[in-house]
T-cell receptor
């Protein structure tokens, strides 16, 4: 069994400030970890993913996330927020070695607002 | 490429009515799936398919039927709509069961 915890439902930052969106997971096997972003009135799109190898993963639009096994975390960060980053962000986990999309479990999502 | 196309984008039904949400992809993806998105609950998998003629249940399949007669299309049927099925529905596809998911723009369904 696996689960994803995204604490809080809304994060607000000023433009140019650090973005930190937290994600903790539980999994009985080594996980694949994902961050998806959903812009208003659009479907989800993949931001970045961790499968194996380097624990610091870089994604699109300047976002990155670090897999910390000891903390069972996969927090998403961006050094400087832009207005266009305002969206809903979902963390997701899938079990290795299967890694199948049908086993993908999503968190409840966090809405990021960016203040001018 | 259009990617993943869902129709309709909005639909209002009365309890007990039936309808079909359409999903089509033009990327020759083998894997297709349907999710529902409810506030504070993230996305939950309804049904999925790993290829034409093959479908399976996800986490929340009750009240929904699917079929996969072609690689391109994966319709989701509600046989007797209930208010609990009010949600936003997303279709997603991937070149395989392990590949990146590509999502449609969603279909917002309201059941009165």
């Amino acid at each position: 069994a696996q689960s994803v915890t995204q604490l809080g439902s809304h994060v607000s930052v000023s433009e140019g400030a650090l973005v930190l969106l937290r994600c903790n997971y539980s999994s009985s096997v080594p996980p694949y970890l994902f961050w998806y972003v959903q812009y208003p009135n659009q479907g989800l799109q993949l931001l970045l993913k961790y499968t194996t190898g380097a624990t610091l993963v870089k994604g699109i639009n300047g976002f990155e996330a670090e897999f910390k096994k000891s903390e069972t975390s996969f927090h998403l960060t961006k050094p400087s927020a832009h207005m266009s980053d305002a969206a809903e962000y979902f963390c997701a986990v899938s079990p290795l070695p299967v890694g199948a999309n049908s086993k993908l479990t999503f968190g409840k999502g966090i809405t990021l607002s960016v203040r001018p | 490429n259009a990617g993943v196309t869902q129709t309709p984008k909005f639909q209002v039904l009365k309890t007990g009515q039936s309808m079909t949400l359409q999903c089509a992809q033009d990327m020759n993806h083998e894997y297709m799936s349907w999710y529902r998105q409810d506030p504070g609950m993230g996305l939950r998998l309804i049904h999925y398919s790993v290829g034409a003629g093959i479908t399976d249940q996800g986490e929340v399949p009750n009240g929904y039927n699917v079929s996969r007669s072609t690689t391109e299309d994966f319709p989701l049927r509600l046989l007797s709509a209930a208010p609990s099925q009010t949600s936003v529905y997303f279709c997603a596809s991937s070149y395989s069961s392990f590949g990146e998911l590509f999502f449609g723009e969603g279909s917002r369904l309201t059941v009165l």
